[in-house]
Structure formats: structure tokens, C-alpha cells
């Protein structure tokens, strides 16, 4: 998937362990780290291997992930048009990239 940051702290914030170390503690931390490396390892939302998210706006969907200790990683989908199934809900299986909208408790 691709991952693009609405701002600048963020991008550092996921990008640098030491930073997110420093802002949220180890363990939220390792976990930040891992579901952005899934993130960025797979092809589609869908292909997720664990910790998916839960789908916060169904109209214009943001995506919120739980990682540690009350800390969350919201994302909104970075298509200009977002993929809909035949139902109209977000489709999964089309979602390519994403934006890093928040981090926070």
C-alpha cells in the first residue's frame, strides 16, 4: 500500500522509532511500527494479515487502528474517489493507499 502523512511531524513520527518512542513509549511504539510495516507490505487493505481496522466514517471513510495503551492511528483512504463494493460500503479489496490522518490517545 501507499502511505502518505498529512503533515511533516507525522511523517517523522512514523518514521523515526526514536520519535515515536519518545512521544508514546516503547510498547505503542513497536506496535505503530509493525502495523505500518503490514501496511506497507501489502498490496491491498484487504491482504492485511492482522489488525484490521475499524472503519470510523463509513461516508467518508477513515480507517482507526487500536495499537497500546489508549494510543490509535487514524488513516483516511487516499483515493480521489473511494472504492465502493456493489453495497456501497468501503471496498477493501481496492483500497491502495492511504493517508495518515492523526496519532493520538
Not at 500500500?1 to 522509532?17: G, I, P, S, V, W
Not at 526514536?18 to 510495516?37: I, P, Q, Y
Request: proline content about 4%.
Amino acid at each position: 500500500m501507499e502511505l502518505a502523512f498529512r503533515t511533516r511531524k507525522l511523517r517523522t513520527l512514523c518514521q523515526d522509532y526514536d520519535e515515536a518512542v519518545k512521544t508514546m513509549g516503547m510498547s505503542a511504539a513497536d506496535v505503530l511500527r509493525t502495523r505500518l510495516a503490514d501496511l506497507r507490505a501489502v498490496t491491498m487493505l484487504a491482504d492485511l494479515p492482522a489488525g484490521r481496522p475499524r472503519i470510523v466514517d463509513a461516508e467518508h471513510p477513515q480507517l482507526r487502528f487500536e495499537l497500546l495503551e489508549g494510543w490509535y492511528l487514524l488513516m483516511r483512504v487516499g483515493h480521489e474517489r473511494v472504492p465502493r463494493n456493489e453495497g456501497g460500503g468501503l471496498d477493501l479489496k481496492r483500497v491502495r493507499r492511504a493517508v495518515v490522518q492523526e496519532i493520538s490517545r
